[in-house]
C-alpha cells in the first residue's frame, strides 16, 4: 500500500519533469525561434516515448477482458428493482455470494476480482442479492449446474461494487470546483495577467508569459518530495496510517490550497489594477504595466502545493475505490475531472460575462484584460471554492472505504 502511494506521488514527478521542460526549453525555443521548429522537437520526443512504450509491451501485465461494467450495474438495480416489495433476511449472511472465485465457471466474479464486504449504505441495493426460491432465477447449463439469473439474482460483491461506483460520484462532483480554480485558471488568466506585466530578469531577458507556470511546476516537484520523504513520516508517527493522512484528506488539503490561490490572486489581481490606473494605463491593454511579473509567484505556488495534494491524491483514491473489475472506470472518473472542469470553466466565463452585462454594465471579463474586473471572477471562484471545500468536508466525513472480505 506504502509503495503504491509514493508510486502516485513520482508519476506526478515525472509529469512535472516533461511538464518543467515544455514550460522553459520548449517555450524559450517557440518565443525565440519559431512554433514550427518548438513543434518539431516536441513531434521527435513523441516519436521516442511511442518507440520506448511499444517496446516494453512483452513486460506489461495484461488484465482480461471482464465484461463491462456498465451492465453490471445495470444488472444491479434492475433485480433491485424486481424485489422492491421482498422484505430484506435479518441475517445479511443469506444474501447471494458466489465463493467459487477459482472456477472459470463462476460468471459474477470476474478473474483477479476480490470478494467486498457488505456495506449498509444504499440498502435498498442490497435486495438485489436476496435469493428467492423461484426457478426463474436460476439457470441450467448443459452439465446440469444451477447459475443465477445475473438480472435477477447478484452477488454482494456486485452489490457493493455499485456502491462504490454511486459512493465515488459526490467526490467526483467535488472535485470540478478545484478543476475549475487552481487548474483552469493557472493556464489561462494567471498566464494573462503576466502578459501585461513586466517579466524581465535583469537588463537582457524577459521570460515568456507562458513560462511563468515554471514556479508551479519547480514547487510542485520540490513539494512531491517533500510530502513523500518528509511530510508522510512524519504524520504516521502521528495518525498511524501507513500513508500518513487518509487519501480523502490529502484531496480536502489541497481544495484548501486551491481556496488559498484564489484569494491570493483576487488581492494581486487588485494591485495590478491599481498599478495601471495610477501610471494612466488602463486604457493601453499592449503597454507593459510597470509591476513585476513575480507579484504572481504566490498564486503559482499554492496551485502547484494544490495540485500534489489533490490532482495526486484523486488518482490514488479512485484507482483504490474502484471495483477490480471497474479499475479503468475508476482512472476515467480522475481524467473527467481535468476534462470537465475545462469545459466547466468556459460555461461559467461565458454565464459570468453575460449576467455582469445586464442593465448595460460593462461585463467583468472584457478583451481588454486592464478593464476587466477579474478580480471579482477570482472572488467568485472563491466563494464556490469555500462552498465545495464544506460540502466536501461533509461528504468525506460520512464517506465509507472500500472493505475487501479476506476471508
Excluded at 447449463?141 to 447478484?154: I, L, M, R
Excluded at 495518525?239 to 486551491?258: D, H, K
Excluded at 484569494?263 to 498599478?275: D, F, P, Q, S, Y
Aim: proline letters at 3%.
Amino acid at each position: 500500500m506504502l509503495k503504491k502511494s509514493s508510486f502516485f506521488n513520482f508519476w506526478y514527478f515525472g509529469l512535472l519533469s516533461g511538464l518543467l521542460l515544455a514550460v522553459t526549453v520548449i517555450a524559450y525555443i517557440v518565443y525565440k525561434v519559431s512554433w514550427g521548429f518548438g513543434f518539431g522537437i516536441v513531434t521527435v520526443a513523441m516519436a521516442i516515448a511511442t518507440v520506448v512504450f511499444l517496446y516494453g509491451t512483452p513486460f506489461y501485465r495484461h488484465k482480461l477482458p471482464g465484461g463491462s461494467p456498465i451492465t453490471s450495474i445495470a444488472q444491479v438495480v434492475v433485480a433491485a428493482i424486481r424485489k422492491r416489495n421482498i422484505s430484506m433476511p435479518s441475517d445479511v449472511s443469506l444474501l447471494y455470494e458466489d465463493r467459487d472465485v477459482e472456477s472459470i465457471k463462476s460468471e459474477s466474479i470476474k478473474p483477479g476480482q476480490r470478494h467486498l464486504s457488505h456495506t449498509d449504505n444504499f440498502q435498498f441495493l442490497d435486495k438485489a442479492a436476496i435469493m428467492v426460491q423461484n426457478s426463474s432465477e436460476w439457470n441450467t447449463d448443459t452439465q446440469g449446474s444451477a447459475k443465477p439469473n445475473p438480472w435477477k439474482v447478484c452477488t454482494v460483491t456486485q452489490v457493493e461494487e455499485t456502491k462504490l461506483i454511486l459512493r465515488m460520484v459526490p467526490i467526483w462532483f467535488s472535485s470540478l470546483t478545484f478543476g475549475l480554480a487552481a487548474v483552469s485558471q493557472n493556464a489561462t488568466f494567471f498566464i494573462r495577467q503576466g502578459h501585461t506585466m513586466d517579466r524581465s530578469m535583469g537588463s537582457h531577458f524577459k521570460i515568456p508569459a507562458v513560462s511563468l507556470g515554471v514556479f508551479s511546476t519547480i514547487f510542485g516537484l520540490a513539494f512531491v518530495i517533500i510530502y513523500d520523504r518528509c511530510m508522510v513520516p512524519l504524520a504516521r508517527r502521528i495518525t498511524g496510517n501507513e500513508r500518513g493522512i487518509t487519501v480523502l484528506q490529502r484531496i480536502g488539503i489541497g481544495l484548501f490550497f486551491s481556496l488559498l490561490c484564489m484569494v491570493i490572486a483576487a488581492l494581486t489581481e487588485k494591485k495590478r489594477i491599481h498599478a495601471a490606473e495610477t501610471h494612466g494605463l488602463l486604457d493601453s491593454p499592449t503597454t507593459t504595466i510597470p509591476m513585476s511579473a513575480f507579484w504572481l509567484v504566490p498564486q503559482f505556488v499554492l496551485a502547484g502545493i494544490a495540485d500534489v495534494f489533490t490532482l495526486v491524491g484523486l488518482q490514488e483514491y479512485f484507482y483504490n475505490e474502484a471495483p477490480d473489475s471497474m479499475r479503468s472506470l475508476g482512472i476515467a472518473f480522475y481524467v473527467s475531472v481535468l476534462g470537465v472542469a475545462s469545459f466547466l470553466n468556459g460555461l461559467v466565463i461565458t454565464l459570468v460575462e453575460s449576467m455582469s452585462k445586464r442593465g448595460g454594465h460593462e461585463g467583468w471579463l472584457v478583451n481588454n484584460l486592464n478593464r476587466c474586473k477579474l478580480e471579482y471572477f477570482y472572488w467568485l471562484l472563491a466563494i464556490f471554492s469555500a462552498i465545495n471545500l464544506c460540502c466536501y468536508v461533509f461528504i468525506a466525513n460520512i464517506y465509507n472505504y472500500k472493505k475487501v472480505n479476506r476471508t
